[in-house]
């Protein structure tokens, strides 16, 4: 199905606001049917909290809560709160087509998302998002596909646009001006396909301006570029613990170097 | 040509016709079931030259009225119009029946307790439509056409509805619904190689109400629009 507001924003004489209020998700899609499948257009999804999941007392997904199909187009999901992706949790698939996921707040993992499903980034923006330990953009534990949009401005501990844990393809779109301590841009454990886009103009305040590629990490690079990155210690552009294939002249104008000796 | 106007006071009126030439043969029969002071308006060109009949018809007034019109032709085509209400409304329909073609149409409104409008259609296959409303408004416009196989309808509703298409076998239904809602409803039936059928909604939300009671009705094919303003709730499931 599809539900339509009457546009993103803060104002309610004109836009759409739909308002958690402080308690649960304000969304939960396919928790009984993995096969629903909703398009979200035109509102703002707000004030939501996350579901309990996993028996430790954690909440995820204070905006949405997947295990459905999701297509956002033109909706802001921000202001939401959670343990496990502040904006959204996701075990199935969320396809982004505009609009922002901006502002959420994981108090662990994934401020934006915390994905464990597909997230397909066509357009819009995952921005100004934080986690207090890892994913201030995404949390992935599944597979982002990136082909357009932003992932900017977002902060954590560890992978400021990305903490992956499995499957990254990069393949247009840009990772900007994240911050973290290790890993500005991503901080990698799993398997990043860089088939384009950039990751460009992001900061650790210790390790990995790009990317921290760590123990376990594999980055093919084939396209695109990772540059003007910076990184307080070592590794502006890439620093890297485990495996780097492909074309290392993508990595380049990083500061203080594009990869740790 | 046949002319029926009837006046109030009639409870229950019959009309049938049937004409046929050199093994060509059409037929329609009209049936009201209708309270005091409903109107009704009938009247039957009857081309003997092509062996057809076109049929225009109305009523209109405040109370209960049942009306079925029904057709069926050479080659196999037959069809039927129903149209049941309780409340203040009106029904104009026209109807062009020819040998091994036909084609119907109905535009019905009523407000009060509840309406029902349908039409249905057989011609290698059976397909139908049809719309109800119950406690609220319903405006409705029906057509079907042999020629290319349609039963169609657009409806507007505001109170309780429920609707089906049907087209062969392939049949979407549902059920009267448990609340009261705003929407446009579209269907279609069409029977082709592959029978198909379409009944798409959308609903209305007003944000002091809630989005959940839509969310629970709709189908997966179905918009539901929201209008601007705040809506607070803990969470919205979807599942379908």
């Known amino acids: 199905m599809t539900i339509n507001g009457a546009g993103a924003g803060n104002d309610p004489t004109k836009n759409t606001i739909v308002d958690g209020h402080q308690a649960d998700s304000v969304f939960i899609v396919g928790q009984n049917n993995p096969s629903a499948r909703v398009t979200l257009s035109g509102m703002t999804i707000t004030g939501g909290t996350g579901n309990p999941i996993g028996g430790f007392g954690y909440r995820a997904g204070g905006g949405i809560w997947n ?14 709160t959670a343990d496990l992706g502040g904006g959204i949790y996701n075990e199935g698939t969320i396809n982004q087509n505009g609009g922002s996921i901006s502002d959420n707040t994981g108090s662990s993992y994934g401020g934006g998302i915390f994905n464990e499903g597909t997230v397909n980034q066509n357009s819009g923006s995952i921005s100004t998002n934080t986690a207090g330990l890892y994913g201030g953009g995404i949390y992935n534990a599944g597979t982002v596909n990136l082909d357009g949009g932003s992932i900017a401005c977002n902060n954590a501990y560890y992978g400021g646009g990305i903490f992956n844990f499995a499957t990254v393809n990069l393949n247009g779109g840009l990772i900007s001006s994240n911050t973290a301590n290790y890993g500005g841009g991503i901080a990698n454990e799993g398997t990043i396909n860089q ?51 492909g074309r290392k002249n993508l990595v380049h104008d990083n500061t203080p170097n594009d990869f740790n000796p | 040509m046949a002319f029926f106007l009837l006046s109030p006071g009639v409870h229950s009126i019959e009309i049938g016709l049937s004409g046929g030439n050199r093994g060509e043969s059409v037929s329609m029969s009209s049936n009201y079931d209708v309270d005091t002071g409903i109107y009704v308006n009938e009247e039957i060109p009857i081309h003997l030259s092509t062996i057809g009949i076109s049929d225009t018809r109305s009523i209109s007034g405040m109370g209960n009225k049942k009306v079925t019109q029904s057709y069926s ?33 109905q535009s019905v409104s009523d407000s009060g307790e509840s309406a029902n409008a349908g039409m249905s259609l057989t011609n290698g296959g059976t397909a139908s439509v049809n719309c ?42 549902r059920p009267p619904s448990t609340g009261a809602f705003d929407l446009d409803l579209n269907q279609d039936a069409q ?22 009671p839509a969310v629970d009705e709709a189908l997966s094919d179905d918009t539901i629009n929201v209008g601007p303003g705040t809506i607070m709730r803990t969470y919205i499931s979807i599942n379908r």
């Open chain 2, 73 to 105: 032709g050479t080659g196999g085509y037959g069809g039927s119009a129903s149209f049941t209400a309780s409340g203040s409304g009106y029904l104009i329909g026209t109807t062009n029946l020819y040998p091994r073609s036909m084609s119907a149409s």
């Open chain 2, 191 to 212: 029977i082709l190689s592959t029978p198909t059928t379409f009944d798409h909604a959308a609903f209305y939300v007003n944000p002091s109400t809630k989005i959940q």
């Open chain 1, 195 to 245: 088939n384009g886009g950039s990751i460009a103009s992001n900061a650790a305040s210790s390790y990995g301006g790009g990317i921290f590629n760590d123990y376990g990490g594999k980055i093919n690079l084939n396209d695109g570029s990772i540059d003007h990155n910076a990184a307080k210690v070592d590794g502006g552009g890439i620093y890297n613990l485990d495996t780097i294939n």
């Open chain 1, 67 to 80: 295990a459905g199909i999701i297509n956002l187009g033109n909706s802001i999901i921000s202001g939401n």
């Open chain 2, 132 to 173: 109800a409303m119950a406690y609220g408004s319903m405006a409705a416009s029906q057509i079907i056409c042999s020629t290319s196989a349609l039963a169609s309808s657009t409806a507007h509703i505001n109170g309780e509805f429920g609707s089906r298409t049907t087209a062969g076998s392939a049949s979407i239904i």
